[in-house]
């Protein structure tokens, strides 16, 4: 065998080893009464676009092609998962406070206008979550409307 066959085998072999591996998956079965849905009223088309391009990252539950559950994609997108959940969970919205609530729109925004998120590596596999910037506009457009609503309670 040669060297670079041996690096091969062992690779493979590696491979292998880290399918028995399992990362725990952001699935909920929970009801969702403190979406941002729920609270702040959207067009359809916003709402499937924001569900769309976010929600894989930013709820309690994502939609996992089989190609995610291979490792070691699994333990990346896991990270991913677990990071974006964490600074800011649609599924979650209402349960901010106001202030903050108004921060998390200020930077959906924010992220939208500078094209960072989706983030790149997502929108290259989920052609879906692409957004033109007439779809960006529109959520950006809504989002400012939510702001003001944050800031002006009833
Ligand atoms: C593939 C996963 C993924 C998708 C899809 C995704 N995000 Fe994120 N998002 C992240 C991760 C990871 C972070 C945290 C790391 C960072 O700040 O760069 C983040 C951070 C953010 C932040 C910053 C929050 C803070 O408090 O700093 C905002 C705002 C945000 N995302 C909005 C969005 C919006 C809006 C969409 C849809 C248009 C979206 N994201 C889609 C993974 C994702």
């Given at each position: 065998?040669?060297?670079?066959?041996?690096?091969?085998?062992?690779?493979?072999?590696?491979?292998?080893?880290?399918?028995?591996?399992?990362?725990?998956?952001?699935?909920?079965?929970?009801?969702v009464p403190n979406d941002l849905f729920v609270h702040y009223k959207?067009?359809?088309?916003?709402?499937?676009?924001?569900?769309?391009?976010?929600?894989d990252c930013h709820s309690n539950n994502t939609t996992y092609p089989?190609?995610?559950?291979?490792?070691?994609?699994?333990?990346?997108?896991?990270?991913?998962?677990?990071?974006?959940?964490?600074?800011?969970?649609?599924?979650?919205?209402?349960?901010y406070e106001l202030k903050k609530a108004d921060h998390k729109m200020?930077?959906?925004?924010?992220?939208?206008?500078?094209?960072?998120?989706?983030?790149?590596?997502?929108?290259?596999?989920?052609?879906?979550?692409?957004?033109?910037?007439?779809?960006?506009?529109?959520?950006?457009?809504?989002?400012?409307?939510?702001?003001?609503?944050?800031?002006?309670?009833?």
């Open positions: 065998m040669s060297k670079t066959q041996k690096i091969l085998l062992l690779l493979f072999a590696i491979f292998i080893c880290i399918q028995f591996f399992h990362s725990k998956e952001n699935l909920s079965a929970q009801a959207a067009p359809d088309s916003v709402k499937q676009l924001v569900k769309t391009a976010c929600y089989w190609y995610s559950r291979v490792q070691p994609v699994a333990w990346w997108l896991s990270d991913h998962i677990t990071d974006g959940k964490r600074k800011l969970n649609f599924n979650e919205f209402s349960t200020e930077e959906v925004i924010e992220v939208l206008e500078k094209e960072e998120m989706p983030l790149k590596s997502y929108t290259l596999i989920h052609a879906n979550a692409r957004l033109s910037d007439a779809k960006r506009k529109s959520i950006t457009t809504w989002a400012k409307q939510v702001r003001t609503q944050i800031q002006n309670p009833l």
